[in-house]
T-cell receptor, first 115, second 111 residues
């Protein structure tokens, strides 16, 4: 079945540091890829997405590029802020509907940014 | 626009008790999902529905039942709660090919 592997945390960075969270996937088809963010005590929110190879998703200074050849979708941000402290989830979803569009998640990476 | 609303937000149950978690969405989405979130495990799919009147098992369905009698509502039931069901439960909905929207979660403790 489909699976997502992301680097385990926790990750602690100083404000303005560069962030990379690695994510690789295994899928039987050609999935869409997502990054979701969960702030303390809240549900998950979509951060960015990419639906085909070489697409770059971006939002709030975060970026990730869909790399089909390496089956990866690494999340990056050039300069993190304290407000970016959260848990980040990489996820994939089938695009055809055969899997009922269900999301398969990685285990999450907790990011803490210190002033 | 409320999006996805889960009730209750918190609950403590004794072992063997039953309860129902309600998920309501106002976006006319066909697809609805129930996940559980446990430390170090990410989110795991319990059950899902592809439309009114339909349900299907996900990755970890044992001990849970679901119903989707109305398109906007997806109910998750625990018939006889066990401590292993202590978790945070999230409901999500989506339209085909679009992003999924999540509720705020229900924190359930079974003692």
């Amino acid at each position: 079945g489909d699976s997502v592997t992301q680097m385990e945390g926790p990750v602690t960075l100083s404000e303005e540091a560069f962030l990379t969270i690695n994510c690789t996937y295994t899928a039987t088809g050609y999935p869409s890829l997502f990054w979701y963010v969960q702030y303390p005590g809240e549900g998950l929110q979509l951060l960015l997405k990419a639906t085909k190879a070489d697409d770059k998703g971006s939002n709030k200074g975060f970026e990730a590029t869909y790399r089909k050849e390496t089956t990866s979708f690494h999340l990056e941000k050039g300069s993190v802020q304290v407000s970016d402290s959260a848990v980040y989830f990489c996820a994939l979803s089938d695009r055809s509907g055969a899997g009922s569009y269900q999301l398969t998640f990685g285990k999450g990476t907790k990011l803490s940014v210190i002033p | 626009n409320a999006g996805v609303t889960q009730t209750p937000k918190f609950r403590v149950l004794k072992t063997g008790q039953s309860m129902t978690l309600l998920c309501a969405q106002d976006m006319n989405h066909e697809y609805m999902y129930w996940y559980r979130q446990d430390p170090g495990m990410g989110l795991r799919l319990i059950h899902y529905s592809v439309g009114e009147g339909t349900t299907a098992k996900g990755e970890v369905p044992d001990g849970y039942n679901v119903s989707r009698l109305k398109k906007q509502n997806f109910l998750l039931g625990l018939e006889s709660a066990a401590p292993s069901q202590t978790s945070v439960y999230f409901c999500a909905s989506r339209a085909a090919g679009f992003e999924a929207f999540f509720g705020q979660g229900t924190r359930l403790t079974v003692v």
